[in-house]
């Protein structure tokens, strides 16, 4: 299928957003780096001497401006585009990180991020081309249509019986519980993010879409999703091990984030079942990348994986077992900067 112009911007948009925001993560953390070596006081143990660092300000501003080319990017292609390309940033920032700051990328993580590229190029060969949109109004007429209604409604249940059911229960042993609901509303603030950004790339085309209630409405959408995914994010973070929660969360919503917009946007209705069955097979491969190469850092932070395979696996849970374990200390590193810095990638993961 031929590329046309607008899925070429936002796939372009899509990888400057991952080299910005891969990049961001790196330059983070050396000036969290340097601010710990001035200070005596690591950010893990409480010390904000960092915000006094340029270089870490540098890291915030590169951060912010690859989200925002992210943002842009759904206002040009199709969620099924633009979705699992997120998982490049994090090819980029383990390379970096493994030139930059020392922090060996074993062979295996390596073939997880050969795995995640060569998904993304099955996905970009055959994604669904972005419909025209003229004004706010037709994509309220998407959102207002029974299919995604039943869609909305399902996922409001499942977050209210999960908030109010199951958390209090089991929301401290099992990592699914604050991980789904992060999923379905981080499928619900994709599609906002897509209309809102449509109406202001239409905008700034001069057919002004601020003048319809549809588009703050849409706002208000995004704000609301945007809060309760970040909340329960670090709720799952601050319960489960990084390595157990980022690959779960990065499955489970962009899954429902692709689903909602093969609903909402119809991507797959003027696509062959070849075209279909590719795009499904590519985001299985970059799924199970982005799985392999979590999996690797877990390892890698791992003493007994240092030392032999056969010790790693008297001693290392499954991944089945730490589902529903506790915090998982034991698996956690003791420098508090590389724990902060795996979960600010997984933060990224919750927003788009």
């Given at each position: 299928m031929g590329f046309s112009k607008d899925n070429l911007k936002g796939f372009l948009l899509a990888l400057l957003s991952s080299g910005f925001i891969g990049a961001s993560f790196i330059i983070k953390k050396k000036g969290l780096q340097r601010a710990a070596a001035a200070s005596g006081v690591r950010a893990g143990y409480g010390g904000y001497s960092y915000l006094l660092e340029p270089l870490w300000w540098l890291g915030l501003i590169t951060m912010v401006v690859g989200e925002v080319a992210n943002f842009i990017a759904y206002a040009f292609a199709p969620a099924v585009l633009v979705t699992p390309l997120g998982a490049l940033s994090i090819i980029i920032s383990a390379v970096l990180a493994?030139?930059?700051?020392?922090?060996?990328?074993?062979?295996?993580?390596?073939?997880?991020?050969?795995?995640?590229?060569?998904?993304?190029?099955?996905?970009?060969?055959?994604?669904?081309?972005?419909?025209?949109?003229?004004?706010?109004?037709?994509?309220w007429s998407m959102a207002t249509q029974p299919a995604f209604m039943l869609y909305v409604g399902s996922v409001i249940v499942l977050v209210f019986i999960l908030i109010f059911h199951f958390v209090p229960r089991c929301g401290q042993t099992n990592v699914l519980v604050f991980t789904g609901i992060c999923?379905?509303?981080?499928?619900?603030?994709?599609?906002?993010?897509?209309?809102?950004?449509?109406?202001?790339?239409?905008?700034?085309?001069?057919?002004?879409?601020?003048?319809?209630?549809?588009?703050?409405?849409?706002?208000?959408?995004?704000?609301?999703?945007?809060?309760?995914?970040?909340?329960?994010?670090?709720?799952?973070?601050?319960?489960?091990?990084?390595?157990?929660?980022?690959?779960?969360?990065?499955?489970?919503?962009?899954?429902?984030?692709?689903i909602a917009s093969v609903i909402m946007f119809k991507d797959w209705d003027d696509q062959s079942g070849g075209a279909i069955i590719s795009e499904i097979c590519g985001f299985i491969v970059v799924l199970s990348g982005t799985i392999l190469l979590h999996s690797t850092k877990e390892f890698e932070r791992s003493s007994s994986f240092r030392v032999t395979a056969g010790s790693y696996m008297s001693v290392s849970p499954s991944l089945s077992a730490r589902l529903c374990s506790g915090n998982g200390d034991s698996l956690k590193h003791d420098e508090n900067e590389e724990e902060s810095y795996s979960e600010e990638i997984s933060l990224r993961q919750e927003l788009y």
């Open positions: 493994h030139f930059i700051l020392k922090e060996r990328l074993h062979w295996l993580g390596v073939l997880g991020c050969v795995m995640c590229i060569s998904g993304s190029v099955i996905i970009v060969i055959h994604a669904p081309q972005e419909h025209p949109i003229n004004n706010v109004l037709e994509i999923s379905l509303m981080g499928s619900l603030s994709v599609m906002s993010v897509k209309a809102l950004g449509t109406a202001l790339k239409l905008t700034f085309e001069g057919k002004n879409q601020l003048i319809y209630p549809e588009t703050w409405f849409f706002m208000l959408v995004v704000t609301t999703c945007v809060i309760t995914q970040m909340n329960y994010l670090n709720k799952a973070l601050d319960t489960f091990n990084t390595a157990v929660v980022s690959p779960i969360y990065y499955v489970m919503f962009t899954t429902l984030a692709i």
